[in-house]
């Protein structure tokens, strides 16, 4: 067992979160205990992860996704009353990692990512570091490397041909990053992965010549939280269970 605020300050100083500007408060959003032998972890701190949580008798749950985001509604009532209830209920505090997580360059969603697409050199090439790229080991056409996201995510990605060329070159962002798009045709990278896909970028792909695929915000966004509750499990010698609530965006 380990205190809370201890858990807290290694995630804190390993995400660097002092450094980021995000559209919500990352750390600790939910304290409803001092002292934690379990963590749950989860991509979005949804009443059906919590009450995944509360059953298994999580003393923590982390996510990716946790609440308090700006523009939206500060009063605790309706969805957001009733979650934050039943984490009290059950006595879980909760931790919530959104840009951190996605940037770090070890337990990152996209360093995280990339180790699992097997691409070499995988490193970011944005300025705000939340675009990366890197080398296949080998060209692969749009529908091999559609079929090894899907067996590496367990998801189908919904793909978009932008011509006829074979992949060597794959830039990548979890997540809602379709925008990105544009910033991956001019790297000179042959295809695009990312969570989510709007209307305008099936007709970008195509006009840019690039391919695009939408592997699932849900889906892109597992790996990194997982790493960082693997590591807390080792560092303060915890118990650890990723839940997963299907989803299938």
Same mark, same amino acid.
């Given at each position: 067992?380990?205190?809370?605020?201890?858990?807290? *300050?290694?995630?804190?100083?390993?995400?660097?979160?002092?450094?980021?500007?995000?559209?919500?408060?990352? *750390?600790?959003?939910?304290?409803?205990?001092?002292?934690?032998? @379990?963590?749950?972890?989860?991509?979005?701190?949804?009443?059906?992860?919590?009450?995944?949580?509360?059953?298994?008798?999580?003393?923590?749950?982390?996510?990716?996704?946790?609440?308090?985001?700006?523009?939206?509604?500060?009063?605790?009532?309706?969805?957001?009353?009733?979650?934050?209830?039943?984490?009290?209920?059950?006595?879980?505090?909760?931790?919530?990692?959104?840009?951190?997580?996605?940037?770090?360059? %070890?337990? #990152?969603?996209?360093?995280?990512?990339?180790?699992?697409?097997?691409?070499? #050199?995988?490193?970011?090439?944005?300025?705000?570091?939340?675009?990366?790229?890197? @080398?296949?080991?080998?060209?692969?056409?749009?529908?091999?490397?559609?079929?090894?996201?899907?067996?590496?995510? #367990?998801?189908?990605?919904?793909?978009?041909?932008?011509?006829?060329?074979?992949?060597? =070159?794959?830039?990548?962002?979890?997540?809602?990053?379709? *925008?990105?798009? %544009?910033?991956?045709?001019?790297?000179?990278?042959?295809?695009?992965?990312?969570?989510?896909?709007?209307?305008?970028?099936?007709?970008?792909? =195509?006009?840019?010549?690039?391919?695009?695929?939408?592997?699932?915000?849900?889906?892109?966004? =597992?790996?990194?939280?997982?790493?960082? *509750?693997?590591?807390?499990?080792?560092?303060? #010698?915890?118990?650890?269970?990723?839940?997963?609530?299907?989803?299938?965006?």
């Amino acid at each position: 067992m380990a205190a809370l605020e201890e858990i807290i *300050g290694h995630c804190d100083r390993r995400l660097n979160v002092a450094a980021v500007e995000d559209y919500c408060p990352n *750390g600790l959003q939910v304290e409803a205990g001092s002292r934690v032998a @379990r963590i749950a972890t989860g991509v979005t701190a949804s009443l059906a992860l919590i009450d995944e949580a509360a059953r298994w008798q999580a003393d923590l749950l982390l996510v990716h996704h946790g609440y308090f985001w700006k523009g939206e509604a500060q009063p605790l009532v309706g969805v957001k009353g009733r979650r934050i209830a039943a984490l009290y209920r059950h006595g879980i505090s909760l931790a919530a990692y959104h840009l951190p997580l996605d940037l770090h360059p %070890e337990l #990152g969603n996209n360093a995280r990512l990339g180790a699992l697409l097997e691409v070499a #050199g995988a490193s970011p090439v944005s300025g705000d570091g939340l675009l990366w790229s890197g @080398r296949l080991s080998a060209p692969l056409s749009l529908e091999a490397l559609g079929e090894r996201v899907e067996r590496l995510t #367990g998801r189908a990605p919904l793909l978009v041909a932008g011509g006829d060329r074979s992949v060597d =070159r794959l830039a990548w962002c979890s997540g809602a990053a379709q *925008g990105m798009i %544009e910033q991956a045709a001019a790297l000179g990278c042959q295809a695009f992965l990312s969570g989510e896909i709007s209307e305008p970028t099936w007709h970008l792909a =195509r006009e840019l010549g690039i391919h695009y695929l939408a592997a699932g915000h849900h889906a892109t966004e =597992r790996y990194g939280v997982q790493a960082l *509750g693997e590591e807390l499990a080792r560092e303060f #010698g915890l118990e650890h269970r990723f839940i997963d609530i299907p989803n299938p965006v």
